[in-house]
């Protein structure tokens, strides 16, 4: 293999120089975290299934015309996207209350919000990823009120498109989290959706029984994790097929 130069690694991944100017290889890690990485451990198989998972929700989402930073997958664990400058900004969508907000606003787990609810948080570890309103992103300049628009708005048909996807397949999106970057071309700037949708970052309870099939089994100890992420990915009907894995994605009718 190619030597290739690492650009930074995350808690559930590493970022490698891609082929081309404007390309980045995003490596997969079994590497779980939770509670601002104070809980640590690995979901066997995880990275490859999360690898097929955003894959496969990117690509649905490119269809409908959400932009995204999603080129190809390469093999079992990277995927090539392009080279985006990262808005520092974390955005929840929730539509059920679990996690946080359970907790901020002493709702029970399980409630329906009145409606869809985004929130943002800035990015970074060394804080806690503290929750921010839109004065705090416009006033320290991490993102233009124009840049928040845009975000909000996309952030929303995701949250529709992946709620009527996952339905399908017996699933309830309860939240989840988006990043989002900014990609430069020619003399344009274009918000694109960047990072990965995977359980890592969504919350998924099944349709019939409620049942968590998302990062909530190792952030609340729950067991079958690795169960959890391969049910999701069978459920979507792009469960990886052995050691070949040349299969293309295929849809579960
Ligand atoms: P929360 O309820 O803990 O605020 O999480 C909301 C959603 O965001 C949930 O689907 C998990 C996801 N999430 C991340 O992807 N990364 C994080 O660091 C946190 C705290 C949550």
Redesign the pocket.
């Known amino acids: 293999m190619t030597k290739r130069r690492r650009i930074y690694e995350g808690k559930a991944k590493v970022l490698f120089e891609g082929p081309e100017p404007g390309t980045i290889v995003q490596y997969f890690k079994d590497d779980a975290t939770a509670f601002n990485a104070q809980k640590k451990g690995t979901i066997t198989g995880k990275g490859v299934l999360n690898n097929r998972i955003s894959e496969y929700l990117m690509t649905k989402l490119g269809e409908i015309g959400v932009p995204t930073h999603f080129i190809r997958r390469l093999n079992m664990r990277e995927q090539l996207v392009r080279e985006v400058e990262i808005i520092p900004i974390?955005v929840?969508v929730r539509n059920v209350a679990?996690?946080?907000?359970s907790k901020r606003f002493g709702l029970a787990e399980g409630t329906p919000l009145p409606r869809s609810v985004v929130e943002f948080y800035y990015k970074n570890d060394q804080l806690g990823?503290p929750m921010v309103s839109e004065e705090h992103i416009t006033a320290f300049g991490w993102a233009s009120p124009q840049d928040i628009d845009e975000v909000m708005a996309l952030a929303l048909r995701v949250n529709d498109y992946l709620t009527g996807l996952f339905l399908g397949v017996g699933l309830r999106l309860i939240?989840?989290?988006l990043e989002f970057g900014r990609l430069f071309e020619e003399d344009r700037m274009r918000i694109v959706l960047a990072d990965e949708i995977s359980p890592?970052?969504?919350?998924l309870w099944d349709a019939r029984t409620n049942e968590k099939l998302d990062k909530d089994r190792f952030r609340q100890d729950l067991g079958k994790v690795e169960e959890a992420y391969q049910e999701v990915a069978k459920r979507l009907g792009i469960l990886p097929d052995g050691p070949g894995d040349h299969a293309a994605p295929k849809m579960m009718q």
């Open positions: 974390e929840v679990a996690g946080s907000i990823d939240d989840f989290k890592d970052n969504c919350r």
